[in-house]
């Protein structure tokens, strides 16, 4: 097999397992668990993760990637890279990680095969790794589109707690929240998919708006309401009606972590919104005709609705995206994420055939 580039040293084998992808899916973007990675992983990668390189299965061909985190002593990180073409849902797609080059440098987050690649298809996506009480803006647009979050209320340091997919957030169903800002402007006729992990808390709480939580309610609204899951649009004053979806059943009050998404077409119908839990559909009864203006102009949160729902619990790896996905993309996001252990097999490490370690012996003033 061919080898990426004679200053990387080392590399591992990553086996997509095909019965873990549920139909044929372009540019999915994959999330590799470093600790699943042998040890000498961590004895030879750079302690940044900027040596970092992955290709397709020829060993050659460089896709994007983004290092979120990684910690060499305690062998733990968070790796996510473009399965740039197609990942077959019929036969294994194996993928390399290259590492063990003390020269190499982060790729900048514009460069072709660096982080803002990964995330092109999306409006947003974050990772929840950032320590809120850090210098604003704290949560980062891995996107590269600039929709970074502010954290308020009365987040600290230990609020960033052990998420699903690394990190996440705790968030205190009082006061904190993470504010985008009024862009990106999802409105009702904006197709759309949200996806996040959160815990499953009692009462009303608002895991993502665009909206406010004074009359006339406006906006956009994915929330669980009295164990029920919800994506609700509420159109601008005075004009139009509300649509909206909740769950049949009323299982989400348990506080369990689970994999929310909901998507809708962008078409005024309340029939197409879709919403699942844990990569399952849950769809329920769909409710009301959007006929009134759209709504823009609102604060899109983390964790609130404007001036009010507050969220209680964890809320991670958020992801939110200008079209519509699949059911078989959303339900292999959460194979990948719920365990992606079984979603690949790691190999063994490789050395670089080309390196040696022997040197020839010189021999001066010998006669044979």
């Not at 999330?31 to 020829?58: C, E, M, N, Q, W």
């Not at 514009?110 to 320590?131: C, F, I, L, P």
Request: charged share 15%; aromatic share 12%; proline share 4%.
């Amino acid at each position: 097999m061919a080898w990426y580039d004679s200053n990387w040293d080392y590399r591992v084998k990553v086996t997509v397992a095909s019965a873990e992808v549920d139909a044929d899916l372009t540019d999915f973007p994959v999330y590799v668990d470093l600790s699943d990675l042998p040890a000498g992983f961590f004895s030879h990668v750079k302690s940044d993760g900027g040596d970092i390189r992955v290709t397709k299965t020829d060993g050659t061909t460089e896709v994007p990637r983004e290092v979120v985190a990684i910690s060499t002593g305690s062998s733990t990180g968070e790796l996510h890279f473009k399965a740039s073409g197609t990942l077959s849902s019929s036969s294994d797609t194996d993928f390399y990680i290259y590492y063990g080059n003390s020269g190499a440098s982060e790729p900048a987050t514009t460069a072709t095969y660096g982080r803002d690649n990964v995330w092109s298809d999306y409006a947003a996506v974050y990772h929840m790794n950032e320590d809120p009480s850090g210098s604003s803006p704290q949560m980062v647009d891995s996107t590269g589109n600039g929709y970074d979050g502010t954290s308020a209320g009365f987040m600290t340091s230990g609020d960033l707690i052990t998420g699903q997919v690394g990190k996440g957030l705790d968030m205190d169903g009082s006061n904190d929240e993470i504010n985008i800002g009024t862009t990106p402007h999802f409105s009702n006729a904006t197709a759309m998919t949200w996806s996040l992990w959160a815990n499953s808390p009692t009462g009303v709480r608002s895991f993502i708006a665009k909206g406010t939580n004074s009359s006339p309610f406006e906006g956009i609204n994915m929330f669980v309401n009295s164990g029920r899951f919800i994506m609700s649009l509420v159109p601008s004053t005075g004009t139009g009606g509300q649509i909206y979806r909740q769950s049949a059943t009323t299982a989400y009050s348990d506080s369990a972590v689970r994999f929310y998404a909901a998507t809708y077409a962008g078409d005024n119908a309340a029939s197409s919104i879709n919403l699942y839990a844990n990569g399952a559909n849950v769809d329920g009864s769909a409710v009301g005709t959007w006929s009134g203006s759209q709504v823009t102009t609102r604060n899109l949160k983390i964790g609130e609705r404007d001036g009010g729902i507050n969220f209680l619990g964890l809320e991670d790896e958020i992801r939110l995206r200008f079209s519509v996905l699949t059911s078989t993309w959303i339900s292999t996001e959460y194979s990948n994420q719920n365990a992606p252990s079984s979603f690949y097999t790691a190999g063994s490490e490789e050395s670089n055939p080309s390196a040696s370690t022997e040197h020839p012996a010189i021999f001066f003033g010998f006669n044979f």
